[in-house]
């Protein structure tokens, strides 16, 4: 017998091995293997098992990892898929589904030492008195870990030993389980009755998951296709959580499994207890394992064996979550679909919701999106049939909206003779908010002091060495620092230009450390807390803070991205969003979309509680859709717009991009790489009959960590063949040495 083997090394090649006779039996389809490969040697995973190959002279196996085979076909079908559609090797594809901790040749389990008493035979030997000491701790126990007891009884290894050798106990190897939620304690819940709406999702999502065709509530949407995916549309708060717990119940009840995605941001320890709780005991009981980046090599190890072993059914984790090997599967959930963290930013650069949506596909599974603001192009799907809309627009508790303010700046700044923080309103809500004792929450894009730093008199402005942005200046620590290679350097006293040494120079530009001090410089008795990437080093960082604010410790909450999401506190009834077109100003087709969903996340924050919220979005371009529709909580209303002009331009959700980048350290060899391989594309261009090919051109950071960048983006909606043609122009062309090329489709950061 031989097998086809997929080394981890991207040769875009498999190779045959002979299967030994000792290891016959043992290897199947997903095995992972070690092989000789010339001198070295190398794992890899089996894609086929042959009589016979076509090459001679074949190599044995060497040996085989773990004791059952680790990439299920259903899996490495996807990965085939992954390679194909992403344009990537396979070898990286398929290394991408399996956890580095269970990929490695060395056995991941941690093994204990357990002490443990023996049924006595025969007679009650005698004991010293330090034996009969130790051996009564171990009695009354009846099992320990060794090193447990060795602690508790101080005694020595050769003590126990002795117990041993007289047979009344035993001294045992074996595998502990770690289990990263082992210290929470989880109470267990019920399913909630649903509300009428919820119910008809609910209920939609049920009758997919038993393959039957959707009920046709009137005659016109006889027509209406049977689809796999769902699209459940629904503001923050408005029961999309209890509908996925309930559909996963049905899931169990089929005997299958399910795997919900969420953002890693969003994986919380509140999170995951909600799922393993609704799980945790019943006749529909079952482990609930949790797969995200915080854990630490062992424990995702063992949590990926509960699922391959069948033990946990549910699966909850951030994006690679979706390769976990639930097998059978009856349902995939996506939570917050349109978040740019389900993009991978290095090869394979696939998208999780796309790769879920497909893996559906593939095995039979309901897939469910969820979003309070869908992507463009998960709502363009439903305009066209291929997903099912389902809508969950009002909140459970029949709360109402916060009310959302929108602040023309350009007033303001009139009044004050420069852009300012904070608006008169702004500072009078705040006001109220610590008279009454309410909570606020502040939130800015930006983290540092400054943006940049400059010189009034001749201009200059720090940069970057490595790359080509400015530098921020941090207060607190007293740098400029690089928020894209992390470069910091000291802030000069006087213009750093020669000629000029001018010691007025000024910074420009806002971020969070300044909203943090001109804040306890307006309101000197508020408790103010900061919560960005400098002040969330550690772990635990995080929690505390929110601990803190939950518990009414902090009355002004400020911060980044990292404060917009999935946060509840009841007693915030007031959200300020500093500069709202911050975000709007970026060279991406998407700035408008992403402002949108921004405003209404951070927007749902406030009044979360018995009273309404109220929302300040200071803006600069006050009357740009983005904000206006995000005020009245409009998405259809933004979706229409935004749609009427991607339709004009051809860009997603009308077309696919593909967005090839090119960079080296030598700006000529780059760009004349991007000319070259423009006219190969050219070429190729007639196979692709709708392709728009613009470029290259620089890439909106043209220089990063001191690697220029060109970009050609490609546009067709015909992705599958035109990926098949990218795949055929990459394995011939010829760049130069320091030149590479990154194939990036569907690119969700065109920076
Ligand atoms: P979302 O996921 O859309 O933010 P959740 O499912 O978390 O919404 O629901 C918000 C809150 O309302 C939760 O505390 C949840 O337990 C509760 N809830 C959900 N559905 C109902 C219902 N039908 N009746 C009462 N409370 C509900
Ligand atoms: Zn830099």
Redesign the pocket.
Known sequence: MIARVSLEIALRKEFDYLIPTELAGQIDVGSRVQVPFGPRKILGVVTAVAEESGHANLKPILKVIGSQTLVTPKVLKLARWIGEYYCCAPETALKSVLPEAVRKEKEGWKKERLIRVLQLIGEFPKLTARQQEVWHIIEERREMLLPELLKVSKATISVVRKLEDLKLVEITSEISERDPYAKETILASQP????PT?AVALKEIKTAMDGQKPETRNPTSDLRPLTSTFLLH????????????QAIAHALEQGKGAIVLVPEISLTPQTVE?FKARFSSGKLQTLVAVLHSHLSAGERHDEWHKIRDGRARIVIGARSAIFAPVEPLGLVIV?EEHESTYKQEESPRYHARDVAVMRGQMEGAVVVL?S?TPSMESFYNCQRGKFTLLN?LE???NQKMPHVRVVDMRQAMFKEKGPPLFSPQLKEAIHKRLDRGEQTILFLNRRGYSTSLQCPKCGYVANCPNCSVSLTYHRIEQKLSCHICGHNEKVPSVCPEPKCKNPAIRFAGTGTQKVEEVLAKLFPKARIKRMDADTMKRKDDYRHVLGDFRAGKIDILVGTQMIAKGLHFPNVTLVGIIYADSALHQPDFRAGERTFQLLTQVAGRAGRGDVEGEVFVQAFTPFHPAIQYARRHDFVGFYEQETEFRAQLKYPPFARVALLTLKGRNEDKVKFSAEHLKRELEKTAAEVKDLIVSGPSPAPLLRAENFYRYQIMLRTRAMSRLSQALAKITATLTLPDEVTLAVDIDPVNLS
Request: charged share 25%; no cysteine; hydrophobic share 35%.
């Open positions: 909630i009755v649903l509300n919820q629904g503001v923050t708060g408005s029961g999309k959580t209890e509908i996925y717990l909600r939570d969820g309070a969950l909140r459970v508790d």
